[in-house]
């Protein structure tokens, strides 16, 4: 494991054991968490074979600055944003340093927003796609977060961006990859009666489509290691 820099993102990169791969996963964390954080769920992909990426999101971790500009929620969606636009360049970085043969993201919480838009913009680019506790549905995500109406400090054109590129704005590119998609049965009541909504309409107009969902009925808003895993496994069936 290391801890490295590509394009100014600090990152986590874990390399399975005893082996060399080219097959790659990116993790997102969530709005409250760092790049440290999803070490354990990215051991859990290396140990199946992945070269694991972990990157701080913007003013999370080591990019974090002092003072931090806000406490507020309504930073998050430039944050989003900010870690959407990143990717290509991310990806670009990681293809120069080494030979990648496929490459999977996944996110959790407001990783899993982010994870949803990567998706949906770059589906052409990935082979496979995890979205953890998060809906998929993103403008009736950000209403469970902000409720009626949105802070009038809230960037326009970043809550713009998002709306773009979520799966049930481009359902068809969204779905060109295979899905695999968690929720926690104790989490958000709305978000967990949206997937199920959003789900059931993609797999009948899409009935092609490699679209997987997991709900475990006792579990809030975290990922257990059980879903990590289940996810891995997805991903190796895709190569």
């Known amino acids: 494991m290391n801890f490295i820099q590509l394009e100014g993102i600090p990152l986590v990169e874990i390399y399975p054991q005893g082996q060399v791969s080219e097959n790659i996963v990116i993790g997102y964390h969530g709005y409250k968490l760092n790049k440290e954080a999803l070490i354990k769920q990215g051991l859990i992909y290396a140990a199946n074979g992945f070269h694991v990426f972990l990157p701080d999101a913007p003013l999370h971790g ?11 929620i309504s930073i998050m969606p430039g944050i989003i944003v900010q870690s959407f636009e990143e990717f290509p360049r991310l990806l670009a970085a990681i293809q120069e340093r080494q030979a990648v043969n496929r490459a ?70 969204f779905l060109s990859q295979p899905v695999y998609v968690y929720n926690g049965g104790a989490d958000n009541a709305d978000i967990l009666r949206l997937n199920q909504q959003d789900m059931q309409k993609m797999k009948a107009d899409f009935p092609k489509a490699r679209l997987e969902w997991t709900v475990l009925d006792e579990v809030g808003h975290r990922v257990p290691s059980q879903i990590s895993q289940q996810t891995a496994e997805f991903f190796k069936s895709l190569l």
């Open 104 to 173: 999977f993201v996944h996110g959790a919480s407001m990783g899993g927003i982010m994870a949803a838009m990567i998706g949906t913009a770059y589906a052409e680019t990935l082979s496979g796609l995890a979205v953890h506790i998060a809906g998929i549905n993103l403008e009736e995500q950000l209403k469970v977060i902000y409720g009626d109406s949105y802070p009038d400090d809230l960037d326009a054109q970043c809550l713009e961006i998002i709306l773009k590129n979520s799966p049930i704005a481009q359902p068809n590119k």
């Open 62 to 72: 080591d990019r974090q600055v002092d003072p931090f500009p806000e406490s507020s």
